[in-house]
């Protein structure tokens, strides 16, 4: 059987690629081992001349499908891989998945219930232009759709009629994400100095923030939960087998899981019994937290928690359709500093209705909450979002789209962006590395970054808060050779015999 050849695009917009690595693509190919299906992975990140490595592979891969994940983020980077894929390998099948395309589906949708095709359908339609099959959703048994021969050109696991969407009970069956094929030695993430991994413990947040991507897509909304057995099983086979005593629970809102503290309770008992002892980093939804969770987190080996305060001004967390408020907020971080947990606060501007007086009281709000770190961006309306999926053109500005949020006509502005081309709206280096394409009746995009820039400032020194550097990235020789990748941009499986080996 001819391998599949899936790629992790590069992250070039990131500080540092090498921190976590992409689990979801990791899934994928696990669910493609366990059907018999030998894999070959290409893990880009943090490569500096990524289209090299793909070239010199593509020359001698045997694969017949190339797969690719991406985040929105990550598509210009995709898209230059799938344009050398074509040049190289003009009969390979392209196949695109992860969270954009879903993204995108999910606001086609929208927009054909709402008022027919627009600019997400126009999205979609470039993304078909540029691969074979585009899959939106649970891509762990959706894979082995868009390989079939005759493949359509949307697998749409998006959906929970779907054979292919994931239940609870069909998450717990799922193999362990395939890490062996990637060089898990390269990825350098650590709680409190103790090395850890990453680990989906769940899926899906079922609140309605306006700015976050998914609040249209069941895959991203509908909480899927795995069992606290498997979790914890999952924590001691990574012990086991890469020595790591730290786990980040990279989930949406750990405490939406009614089974929250049962996991917590057997976590601690687990490193009881193997004589170990664990650092844990995760999120949580602030207005649900609680002196019990706390107590259970902290005794589980918990350091850290990170939440989406976002905002210290009532009227925008009004506006983002929240749900929690600026008291709810405060209370969170009383009751982690009672057990002993850090908290690091995630804060955002540019919301509809963002003026001088919201920035200023996000500001006040960290200064009098004291969190022990925090993160301030810029709203980027991605597709998927109710800022991007129920906006309108403006009549004025052709390439301008306007939300109004309708409890009090507060508006936001959002530049059209071509994601398949840019992916400098995310995020940045403080030190001036912020570009806005948003903005309000108040402040214009320039106004923004500034407010930004001058909250990280501010904040950071009152609190004496350092900002962690940044990683290089790594340049792969092209003299290395077709067979000489470096075993920390690919790794082959061996279908069945491989699934013995792990």
Known sequence: MQPVCLVIPPSAFLLDERVFMPLGILRVAACLEKAGVPVELLDLSGIENPLDVVRVHAATSRASHFGLTATTPQMPAAFEIARVLREVRPTSRLILGGPHVTLVNAAVKGESARKGPGRASAALAKLSGAFDTLVAGDGEEAVLAAIKPGAPALVDADDPKSPLFLTSERLNALPFPARHLVDVGSYHYSIDGTRALSMIAQLGCPFECGFCGGRESPMLRRVRT?????????????????????FMLYDDELNVN???????????????????QWNLRGFIKAQLF?????????????????????SGSPRILQNINKRSTREENTRCLEIARRHGLKVKALMSIGHPGESAETVRESREWLLDAKPDDFDVTIITTYPGTPYYDRAVRDAKKPDVWVYTYKGNGDRLYSYEVDYTKVADYYKGDPNGGYRSYVYTDHLSAEELVAARDGVERDVRRALKIPFNPSAAA???????GQLGLPPRILRVSGGPREQARA
């Open 226 to 246: 795995r069992t606290s057995h498997s979790i914890v099983s999952e924590m001691l086979e990574l012990h086991r087998a890469y020595g790591v005593n730290g």
């Open 258 to 276: 009614r089974g929250m503290v049962e996991l917590m309770d057997l976590i601690a008992k687990t490193q009881r019994e193997a004589g170990a």
């Open 290 to 310: 609680t002196d019990e969770q706390a107590e259970a987190m902290a005794r589980a080996g918990f350091k850290w928690i990170l939440t989406g305060f976002e």
């Open 474 to 480: 790594q340049r792969f020789e092209h003299s290395m």
